[in-house]
T-cell receptor, first 112, second 111 residues
Framework: DAGITQSPRYKITETGRQVTLMCHQTWSHSYMFWYRQDLGHGLRLIYYSAAADITDKGEVPDGYVVSRSKTENFPLTLESATRSQTSVYFCASKNRGRGEQYFGPGTRLTVT | AQRVTQPEKLLSVFKGAPVELKCNYSYSGSPELFWYVQYSRQRLQLLLR??SRESIKGFTADLNKGETSFHLKKPFAQEEDSAMYYCALSAYGFGNEKLTFGTGTRLTIIP
């Protein structure tokens, strides 16, 4: 039972590079989410998706792009990484209706 | 728009002492409230939902709509309770399945 996984777990990249963080879930959950976790800010929603091919912006979407061609995958792309995007990124998924979100293990991204 | 406030960034409590982590929210509708916990370098996991009214690992939380609060309590702290705790709100009911998180409280249990 893999659940929800993220890759890579750690990534160091340079300013200006494109980076893609992967998220995969095996539950066929309808909803998927991307958060960033920063000291003093808690978790902030970047983008979310209600189903394949349906995505919407969260609180801090600038500089990020998402796609969802398959229900189980929800990649997050930083088109041109900046130092301010150094963070821990968490992916989450949930079913429709009331209930909890299930979180992946996180990706620690450092932009130098 | 909804908002979640956790006024304490850091909280230190002696082992065996009572613990209370504060959470206040603002939302005009009927929210669903959660407490998530993150142990050192691990993923977030659900601790409590106000709807289930369960007690998990000795923790309880009661939704007080009059005070718009959802404080997390435990009568006797244990060392394994040291973690980051996040209060979160869902405005479910309007087709909105997003969570709004507070900034978190880092709880340290002193042996």
């Amino acid at each position: 039972d893999a659940g929800i996984t993220q890759s890579p777990r750690y990534k160091i990249t340079e300013t200006g590079r494109q980076v893609t963080l992967m998220c995969h879930q095996t539950w066929s959950h309808s909803y998927m989410f991307w958060y960033r976790q920063d000291l003093g800010h808690g978790l902030r929603l970047i983008y979310y998706s209600a189903a394949a091919d349906i995505t919407d912006k969260g609180e801090v979407p600038d500089g990020y792009v998402v796609s969802r061609s398959k229900t189980e995958n929800f990649p997050l792309t930083l088109e041109s990484a900046t130092r301010s995007q150094t963070s821990v990124y968490f992916c989450a998924s949930k079913n429709r209706g009331r209930g909890e979100q299930y979180f992946g293990p996180g990706t620690r991204l450092t932009v130098t | 728009a909804q908002r979640v406030t956790q006024p304490e960034k850091l909280l230190s409590v002696f082992k065996g002492a009572p613990v209370e982590l504060k959470c206040n929210y603002s939302y005009s509708g009927s929210p669903e409230l959660f407490w998530y916990v993150q142990y050192s370098r691990q993923r977030l996991q659900l601790l409590l939902r106000h709807i289930s009214r369960e007690s998990i690992k000795g923790f309880t939380a009661d939704l007080n709509k009059g005070e718009t609060s959802f404080h997390l309590k435990k009568p006797f702290a244990q060392e394994e309770d040291s973690a980051m705790y996040y209060c979160a709100l869902s405005a479910y009911g309007f087709g909105n399945e997003k969570l709004t998180f507070g900034t978190g409280t880092r709880l340290t249990i002193i042996p």
